[in-house]
């Protein structure tokens, strides 16, 4: 039995419980061993996770429901969205808050949210015990202000199938909480001054524009091979999901056909993954609660974009088989204006694209192997004149995969030692000394999938999302910072039984540890049979 067999068989879950404050230093009081049962029972913790709550700013403050809604199919919630009165209409933070509730048996689902055709979230769900359980998340939407200083058609939805098997049926509010700005202009955010969403493939920008950033919410879902698509493997190996190019994949943006930004797709792992909810039932997996957009710089094609023309931009992934779906990938687009120019000309000046290395090797044999190294770079640059003088923008972007799939016949083992890496430099020369921000940004995942005696189902999970950002003027670092979000993760159930037979034990943990010019947090959670052992803070 596969990851994916046993993934479509149990399904899993996914959102978490709203962080303690990183003010909170000492620890939460840890359950003794005597009260761990022995197996996970009818119920557990609520979903949490070790991420960072979004930091709130004093002052004052309005709050508006943007949806609420119970969700036991595929229709969307429509509804309407009006600014908040009393705090203005322009903030220094706008947190966007989802709470939600669901009891029975259900499957992970994926979600999304659109204020005025803007995706603004993307999440995914719980799977719930039967006696049911709460969560919630938070994240910061003050780059969408452009969208929400005015009335605007709200849709949501979170597919869901109710029926006398699947009953959970999934129970959301969502609010959007603005905190207004300083009275000091300077500390405001900068904000983008228009978000924009495509037209039938096309964008339009304000003739006047000097910075432009497209942001894609790229998931892999569905159910199908894509969900899993690290997974996959070359046409002529033996195993239950194919892709002619075996499990590269690349998230591509075009402008006019010109490719534009290259980026992995984050391996999400939704909370039914590696055929084994009960690593996942209280700590999910990185980045499940909130599903964070791929960002492309396109400043460099901002000259092309100005000329009051639409021009198509088209988002692909690079290694999907042909007529395969599974892939949703919406974009928007983050515009700021030059204020004092009514129009803003410029010039692509470098585009250089390198070749897309792709290679998978299958190795037969009593345990199945495919080695998989993959890359791609991509340079481009280009310049805008505007108010303050000619701004140029270089963007260097390198990409590596690396990945190790071994299975025995029937898939029993099933194992993959994964490593993607992204390498961004952006350098903006104008106005001073030039600004060079360097990213770095490491995913990987580690696990194994056994099927022992009994038909006892064991998973044993190690997945990491790592970021390093520097950046410098002339030569001296101004601001940077460090991200590790570790999860890990020991979990057996017997399969074949009904449910109150599965015996299901578990050990589930996470550290995620920032720090930098910003400051520092730390926390750590630990789980056991459903119940959670450890919540420790640092720092």
Same mark, same amino acid.
């Given at each position: 039995?596969?990851?994916?067999?046993?993934?479509?068989?149990?399904?899993?879950?996914?959102?978490?419980?709203?962080?303690?404050?990183?003010?909170?230093?000492?620890?939460?009081?840890?359950?003794?061993?005597?009260?761990?049962?022995?197996?996970?029972?009818? $119920?557990?913790?609520?979903?949490?996770?070790?991420?960072?709550?979004?930091?709130?700013?004093?002052?004052?403050?309005?709050?508006?429901?943007?949806?609420?809604?119970?969700?036991?199919?595929?229709?969307?919630?429509?509804?309407?969205?009006?600014?908040?009165?009393?705090?203005?209409?322009?903030?220094?933070?706008?947190?966007?808050?989802?709470?939600?509730? &669901?009891?029975?048996?259900?499957?992970?689902?994926?979600?999304?949210?659109?204020?005025?055709?803007?995706?603004?979230?993307?999440?995914?769900?719980?799977?719930?015990?039967?006696?049911?359980?709460?969560?919630?998340?938070?994240?910061?939407?003050?780059?969408?202000?452009?969208?929400?200083?005015?009335?605007?058609?709200?849709?949501?939805?979170?597919?869901?199938?109710? $029926?006398?098997?699947?009953?959970?049926?999934?129970?959301?509010?969502?609010?959007?909480?603005?905190?207004?700005?300083?009275?000091?202009?300077?500390?405001?955010?900068?904000?983008?001054?228009?978000?924009?969403?495509?037209?039938?493939?096309?964008?339009?920008?304000?003739? @006047?524009?000097?910075?432009? &950033?497209?942001?894609?919410?790229?998931?892999?879902?569905?159910?199908?091979?894509?969900?899993?698509?690290?997974?996959? &493997?070359?046409?002529?190996?033996?195993?239950?999901?194919?892709?002619?190019?075996?499990?590269?994949?690349?998230?591509?943006?075009?402008?006019?056909?010109?490719?534009?930004?290259?980026?992995?797709?984050?391996?999400?792992?939704?909370?039914?993954?590696?055929? @084994?909810?009960?690593?996942?039932?209280?700590?999910?997996?990185?980045?499940?609660?909130?599903?964070?957009?791929?960002?492309?710089?396109?400043?460099?094609?901002?000259?092309?974009?100005?000329?009051?023309?639409?021009?198509?931009?088209?988002?692909?992934?690079?290694?999907?088989?042909?007529?395969?779906?599974?892939?949703?990938?919406?974009?928007?687009?983050?515009?700021?204006?030059?204020?004092?120019?009514?129009?803003?000309?410029?010039?692509?000046?470098?585009?250089?694209?390198?070749?897309?290395?792709?290679?998978?090797?299958?190795?037969?044999?009593?345990?199945?192997?495919?080695?998989?190294?993959?890359?791609?770079?991509?340079?481009?640059?280009?310049?805008?004149?505007?108010?303050?003088?000619?701004?140029?923008?270089?963007?260097?972007?390198?990409?590596?995969?690396?990945?190790?799939?071994?299975?025995?016949?029937?898939?029993?083992?099933?194992?993959?030692?994964?490593?993607?890496?992204?390498?961004?430099?952006?350098?903006?020369?104008?106005?001073?000394?030039?600004?060079?921000?360097?990213?770095?940004?490491?995913?990987?995942?580690?696990?194994?999938?056994?099927?022992?005696?009994?038909?006892?189902?064991?998973?044993?999970?190690?997945?990491?999302?790592?970021?390093?950002?520097?950046?410098?003027?002339?030569?001296?670092?101004?601001?940077?910072?460090?991200?590790?979000?570790?999860?890990?993760?020991?979990?057996?159930?017997?399969?074949?039984?009904?449910?109150?037979?599965?015996?299901?034990?578990?050990?589930?943990?996470?550290?995620?540890?920032?720090?930098?010019?910003?400051?520092?947090?730390?926390?750590?959670?630990?789980?056991?049979?459903?119940?959670?052992?450890?919540?420790?803070?640092?720092?």
């Amino acid at each position: 039995m596969s990851m994916l067999a046993g993934a479509t068989l149990l399904a899993g879950s996914l959102l978490g419980a709203t962080p303690a404050q990183p003010s909170e230093a000492t620890p939460a009081p840890s359950a003794q061993p005597s009260d761990v049962p022995a197996e996970f029972g009818t $119920d557990w913790h609520d979903p949490i996770t070790a991420a960072p709550p979004v930091g709130r700013p004093s002052g004052r403050s309005c709050q508006v429901t943007v949806a609420e809604a119970q969700f036991r199919d595929f229709t969307p919630y429509k509804g309407a969205y009006a600014p908040p009165e009393g705090c203005g209409d322009r903030w220094s933070k706008v947190v966007l808050r989802m709470d939600g509730k &669901v009891k029975g048996r259900q499957y992970d689902r994926l979600g999304y949210l659109h204020v005025g055709g803007v995706e603004i979230f993307r999440t995914s769900t719980p799977e719930p015990s039967p006696d049911g359980i709460q969560w919630s998340v938070e994240k910061d939407v003050t780059r969408y202000s452009d969208t929400l200083r005015r009335a605007q058609d709200v849709e949501m939805l979170i597919g869901n199938v109710v $029926d006398d098997t699947y009953t959970g049926i999934i129970d959301v509010k969502v609010t959007l909480t603005f905190y207004a700005a300083p009275a000091i202009k300077a500390q405001a955010p900068a904000t983008p001054d228009r978000v924009l969403t495509l037209q039938n493939g096309t964008l339009t920008t304000p003739r @006047n524009s000097e910075r432009i &950033v497209a942001e894609v919410y790229a998931t892999g879902s569905g159910g199908g091979c894509e969900e899993y698509w690290y997974l996959s &493997v070359p046409d002529q190996a033996p195993y239950s999901c194919k892709a002619s190019g075996g499990p590269y994949r690349e998230v591509q943006i075009e402008v006019d056909g010109q490719l534009a930004g290259i980026a992995p797709p984050f391996p999400h792992v939704w909370t039914g993954g590696w055929s @084994n909810p009960f690593l996942w039932y209280v700590v999910p997996g990185p980045r499940a609660f909130d599903v964070k957009p791929i960002e492309y710089d396109l400043t460099p094609f901002a000259g092309l974009l100005n000329d009051g023309r639409p021009h198509r931009v088209e988002v692909s992934v690079a290694g999907v088989p042909e007529g395969q779906s599974g892939w949703s990938a919406p974009v928007n687009v983050l515009v700021w204006r030059d204020a004092k120019s009514a129009r803003v000309t410029g010039k692509l000046t470098a585009h250089q694209a390198g070749d897309l290395a792709n290679s998978s090797t299958y190795t037969p044999g009593s345990e199945h192997r495919v080695d998989t190294e993959g890359g791609h770079r991509l340079t481009v640059a280009g310049y805008v004149d505007t108010s303050h003088g000619r701004v140029t923008t270089t963007v260097r972007r390198a990409l590596t995969n690396t990945s190790v799939h071994r299975w025995a016949d029937g898939e029993n083992l099933d194992a993959l030692d994964a490593t993607w890496t992204d390498d961004q430099t952006t350098t903006v020369d104008g106005r001073g000394p030039a600004r060079t921000t360097r990213a770095q940004r490491t995913y990987t995942m580690d696990g194994t999938t056994t099927i022992g005696a009994g038909d006892r189902l064991r998973t044993v999970l190690t997945l990491g999302d790592r970021a390093t950002a520097v950046t410098t003027r002339e030569g001296r670092r101004t601001t940077w910072s460090r991200i590790d979000d570790t999860y890990t993760g020991d979990a057996a159930w017997t399969m074949n039984v009904p449910r109150d037979q599965r015996r299901a034990v578990g050990t589930t943990r996470e550290r995620y540890r920032s720090y930098g010019s910003g400051g520092c947090y730390d926390r750590a959670l630990t789980s056991v049979q459903g119940v959670l052992t450890e919540d420790r803070r640092g720092c």
